[in-house]
């Protein structure tokens, strides 16, 4: 996938990741549509907003039928409600919804105009949550873990068609949702960039930092240890 000459479609493009993925989009020769609730809040020159809610059904198909010759879909929108599994319902559904039932609407929605325009690829923005739980963040992990195979289905099920399919993982990024939280972030241009350099080189996945590496590689060990750390064991 060579994203010079592209035309993209980013989700939550206002602020945060998603703005630095289509500046980092517009600065290596693509079209970009830069989508958000509020279209009016993307401040971005040189891209096409576009009003999009992943959750609306209605605003994804026509979001779809305007921006039809689309070959990267770069679904960056997602939410983080803090809410754990004995917690709040509305929370957790909030978190679903977006995170993995908006997500997937993108696809379904673009899947045809991928494969009209040569195949394409697919970025799925997920965490390094995808594969560890972590306390006050139930909800958000699970939701992000069910994003991650996901992928890994599309991937499958989209490979007739010859569309790329990239999951993102990364800790924290140094943007509006990890404000409140402590730890390492890494500058969210960096990430852009990491990840526009991941599709352009046809990878199924792209760990952003060490701490996604080290997390994935701990799925292969037995978990008592890594889960130490959050127990007080």
Same mark, same amino acid.
């Given at each position: ?15 945060g990741?998603? @703005?630095?993925? !289509?500046?980092? /989009?517009? $600065?290596? +020769? ?8 509020r279209?009016? #809040? ?51 559904r ?13 696809? @379904?929605?673009? !899947?045809?105009? /991928?494969? $009209?325009? +040569?195949?394409g ?8 949550? #995808? ?76 760990l ?11 799925l292969?060990q ?12």
């Amino acid at each position: 996938m060579n994203t010079a000459g592209a035309t993209a479609l980013v989700t939550g493009a206002n602020r945060g990741l998603g @703005r630095h993925l !289509a500046a980092e /989009l517009l $600065a290596r +020769g693509a079209k970009v549509y830069a989508a958000a609730r509020r279209p009016e #809040s993307i401040d971005l020159p040189g891209v096409e907003p576009v009003a999009l809610d992943i959750t609306d059904p209605a605003a994804v198909a026509a979001a779809a039928d305007l921006a039809r010759d689309v070959d990267l879909l770069v679904n960056n929108a997602g939410i983080s409600t803090g809410a754990p599994l004995l917690g709040d319902l509305d929370g957790l559904r909030a978190d679903m919804d977006v995170n993995f039932w908006g997500t997937l609407s993108m696809v @379904r929605a673009f !899947a045809p105009v /991928l494969a $009209a325009n +040569g195949g394409g690829a697919v970025v799925n923005v997920s965490s390094a949550l #995808s594969w560890f739980a972590f306390p006050g963040a139930g909800g958000y992990a699970v939701s992000k873990a069910a994003n991650w195979n996901m992928s890994n289905a599309l991937r499958l099920e989209l490979a007739g068609q010859g569309t790329l399919v990239t999951s993102v993982h990364l800790g924290l990024a140094d943007t509006d949702m990890a404000a409140g939280v402590d730890g390492p972030k890494t500058d969210p241009a960096t990430v852009a960039k990491t990840v526009l350099d991941g599709v352009e080189a046809g990878d199924l996945e792209v760990l952003v930092d060490d701490w996604s590496r080290m997390v994935k590689a701990s799925l292969a060990q037995e978990p008592r240890a890594f889960y130490a750390q959050f127990l007080g064991a």
